[in-house]
């Protein structure tokens, strides 16, 4: 098996370039990615009003959802490589791929959702356990956990523990799944890949994993209804991200 090399164009400014590809992306066939868009929005909507006085939950949840959004966008890579190869992939398309059961996309994207739950149960346990007062709702975690002078430094411990599940999921997967979408090697191959790009690039990497946290939260913040375009944009991104990470190839062989 012979592996291309790099490539040697990727700066702390690709990131950027990745969102602009995604954005032509987006304009050029809107639906799927309108659609994915909306439909997360509204679940985020639900989970948001379903949980609304249990803050001490949701902020697990939300940022938890970074680390199974990988999964959320199959869809959204497979439009963006039949836009790269000239054609508009239908929304039965992406109905047969989310129906397809590949065992490598369900073996992946379980090991995702678990750690997406590990984190949801670590941060409401912390919260709980360790907020001078029940935090039930947003300014409550701001005025607990956030501003509190607390003796065990409760929100830094918070980002610390957030930050340790996140960064190997996000190193693990920035690759891995656009690579299960397009080519056929197995879930063990695909995480190596994701680990060699990100031991290659580390900067520009850092800096796309800031760009998404700052979407995201840009989106959330604007009462979820950014997430509508903000996250196919990053879909669509997430694939032009891993052709360059992967120096464009298509085949091993």
């Not at 050029?28 to 948001?48: S, V, Y």
């Not at 900067?203 to 700052?214: D, K, M, N, R, T």
Request: aromatic letters at 8%; one cysteine or more; a positive charge.
């Amino acid at each position: 098996m012979t592996v291309p090399p790099s490539p040697t164009n990727i700066t702390l400014i690709s990131p950027l370039r990745w969102l602009v590809a995604g954005c032509a992306d987006l304009r050029r066939h809107p639906l799927p990615g309108l659609l994915h868009g909306l439909l997360i929005a509204a679940f985020a909507a639900l989970l948001l009003w379903g949980a609304r006085d249990r803050f001490w939950l949701l902020a697990g949840a939300f940022s938890g959802f970074l680390i199974v959004a990988p999964v959320l966008a199959t869809g959204l890579y497979a439009v963006s490589r039949g836009l790269e190869q000239g054609r508009r992939v239908s929304l039965g398309e992406i109905g047969r791929l989310w129906c397809s059961a590949d065992t490598r996309l369900v073996r992946f994207g379980l090991l995702l959702g678990l750690a997406g739950t590990g984190w949801v149960l670590t941060s409401a346990a912390l919260i709980t356990l360790y907020a001078p007062q029940p935090v039930q709702r947003p300014q409550d975690f701001l005025q607990h956990v956030l501003l509190a002078a607390h003796p065990f430094g409760l929100f830094e411990a918070w980002l610390l523990l957030g930050g340790l599940l996140a960064a190997p999921m996000f190193a693990s997967s920035v690759v891995a799944m656009p690579l299960l979408l397009d080519r056929p090697v197995s879930v063990g191959t695909a995480v190596r890949r994701s680990w060699s790009a990100v031991a290659s690039h580390p900067g520009p990497v850092a800096v796309w994993a800031l760009l998404i946290l700052l979407l995201v939260a840009l989106g959330m913040a604007s009462a979820l209804l950014g997430l509508v375009v903000l996250l196919p944009l990053l879909g669509h991104a997430s694939w032009h991200a891993y052709r360059d990470l992967t120096g464009g190839e298509r085949q091993e062989r």
